[in-house]
């Protein structure tokens, strides 16, 4: 029998909480408790406890334990992983058990795909990624390490994604189309190849 580790997740806001409902439903973990820069003054997100200032998690993770950066803005998660990555501290990828993810698909450390998304036959996810609610990456496209797709974002086939990429609510992008890296594009935003 597997024993069930412990997930700790760096970032106890919005995102941080739908990733401790996204982990809490998928039952592969022992606890979930958060560290957030706002501890010691708020001990609580949703009914998870926050047990600690991120600058506390090499002395606070134990050995099992597994980390995810749940927090939506790109350079703060590129950096938090950069540091616990410096620590050695495993990576978790957090997959809501509504969301779809192809068998042929490869996802990379420390993502979270959320309620609702699709990965699918061929996808490739870096490291870091945020796939939100609703969201689509169809067969072949590539979503580089610490990209964003906000809710209902959807990626046709083959499309590229490079690193650091926010594409906000809403977005498409059709076919064959290459977003460069640390793009911002507005919510709603209908991206189309040159």
């Known amino acids: 029998m ?3 580790r412990n997930l700790v997740i760096v970032g106890a806001g919005g995102h941080g909480r739908a990733v401790a409902e996204a982990a809490e439903l ?3 973990w022992s606890e979930i408790v958060f560290v957030d820069d706002n501890y010691p ?3 609580t997100s949703g009914p998870w406890k926050i047990v600690g200032h991120p600058s506390q998690l090499g002395s606070l993770a134990t050995p099992g334990d597994a980390v995810i950066v749940a927090i ?6 590129e950096r938090l992983m950069l540091a616990q990555e410096a620590l050695g501290l495993p990576f978790a990828t957090v997959i809501h058990p509504k969301a779809y993810v192809s068998p042929y698909a490869t996802v990379g450390a420390g993502c979270a795909i959320m309620a609702g998304a699709i990965v699918g036959t061929a996808a490739r996810l870096g490291r870091g990624v945020i796939v939100n609610a609703n969201a689509t990456v169809d067969h072949d496209a590539v ?3 610490f990209s964003h797709l906000g809710v209902g974002v959807q990626l046709a086939g083959g499309v590229v ?3 650091r990429v926010w594409l906000q609510a809403g977005t498409c992008a059709g076919y064959r189309v290459r977003v460069p890296p640390d793009t911002i594009v507005e919510p709603g935003t209908s991206l189309v190849a040159d």
């Not at 939506?72 to 998660?77: D, L």
Request: charged share 30%; hydrophobic share 25%; glycine share 20%.
């Open 26 to 28: 998928d039952g592969s």
């Open 72 to 77: 939506g803005n790109q350079a703060a998660r």
């Open 143 to 145: 979503v580089g390490d």
């Open 41 to 43: 003054g708020q001990s």
């Open 161 to 163: 994604v490079a690193e």
């Open 2 to 4: 597997e024993t069930k």
